[in-house]
C-alpha cells in the first residue's frame, strides 16, 4: 500500500517508515498538517498514519479538511495512551483505527495490515445494507428516511458488519475490532451491542445470528450455507 506518515518527531517517522518499507509498503513520510494535505492533492494514498499533537494544523484538522474533501484513504491515527475524548473524537471525525502511544512497530504494522485486509477495494464513502445506509463523511446512518442516533461503539460496530455484508463475523473478531483491548471484555458485551443495534435499526432485521459461529448483517435472510433453500 501506499502509505502517507505525518508525523513531527523525525525519529518516530523513520522508524514506522521503516518498519513500514520491511513489510513491504510504500510510505512516505511529512513533518506537519499543510506538508500532508499537499500530499494527497497531488497523489493518493492508501492509507494515511496520522499523529494528533502536530506544529501548527493538528491531526483532527488534516482529518476533517481529508474528509470534507471526500478523500478516502483509510486513516490510521496515533493517540496519547488513555486519551478516550481524542480517540472519540478521532472516530467521529471518520479515522478507521487509532493506536496510543507509544506502541511497538509490530503492533503498527499489524494494524497497517488489518485495515489493508479489511478493505481491499477502493474504499467507498456510503455503505448500504437494504436501506439501511451509514455516511463515511458524516457518520449519518439512516434506515429509509428515518434517522438513526448511534453511540460511538455501536457506529464502529456497525462499520464493521457494513463494510463486508454477508460476512459472518465471530464474537472475539468483533470484540477486537470494536474494543481495543479484547481480552479486558467478555465476548457477552458483543451480544449487548448487537442487542441494542438491532432494536435501534428495526424490522425486518438485518443483523442475523448464525449459530455457533457469529453475527452478519444482510438484507433478507442470512446466508447459512448448510440449510437447503426451499425457495428458488
Ligand atoms: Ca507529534
Not at 205 to 212: A, F, Q
Request: glycine content about 6%; proline content about 6%.
Amino acid at each position: 500500500m501506499r502509505i502517507l506518515i505525518v508525523e513531527d518527531e523525525a525519529a518516530v517517522a523513520r522508524q514506522i517508515a521503516s518498519a513500514l518499507t520491511e513489510a513491504g509498503h510504500d510510505p512516505k513520510a511529512v513533518h506537519d498538517g499543510e506538508a500532508a494535505l499537499d500530499e494527497v492533492s497531488n497523489t493518493p494514498f492508501d492509507l494515511i498514519v496520522l499523529d494528533i499533537i502536530l506544529p501548527g494544523m493538528d491531526g483532527f484538522d488534516v482529518l476533517r479538511h481529508l474528509r470534507s474533501q471526500h478523500m478516502a484513504s483509510r486513516v490510521l491515527m496515533l493517540t496519547a495512551r488513555g486519551e478516550m475524548k481524542e480517540r472519540v473524537t478521532g472516530l467521529q471525525l471518520g479515522a478507521d483505527d487509532y493506536l496510543p502511544k507509544p506502541f511497538a512497530m509490530r503492533e503498527l504494522v499489524a494494524r497497517v495490515n488489518a485495515l489493508g485486509r479489511r478493505y481491499p477495494e477502493q474504499p467507498v464513502l456510503n455503505l448500504r445494507v437494504g436501506d439501511l445506509t451509514l455516511d463515511l463523511a458524516t457518520h449519518d446512518v439512516h434506515r429509509g428516511a428515518r434517522r438513526i442516533e448511534l453511540s460511538p461503539r455501536e457506529l464502529m460496530l456497525l462499520k464493521v458488519l457494513m463494510r463486508e455484508p454477508g460476512r459472518v463475523f465471530t464474537r472475539t473478531e468483533l470484540c477486537e475490532r470494536v474494543w481495543e483491548h479484547a481480552h479486558e471484555y467478555d465476548t457477552k458485551l458483543v451480544e449487548v451491542f448487537i442487542g441494542r443495534l438491532r432494536k435501534k435499526i428495526g424490522n425486518p432485521p438485518l443483523i442475523h445470528t448464525v449459530r455457533h459461529v457469529g453475527y452478519t448483517i444482510a438484507r433478507g435472510p442470512t446466508v447459512e450455507t448448510s440449510r437447503p433453500q426451499s425457495r428458488p
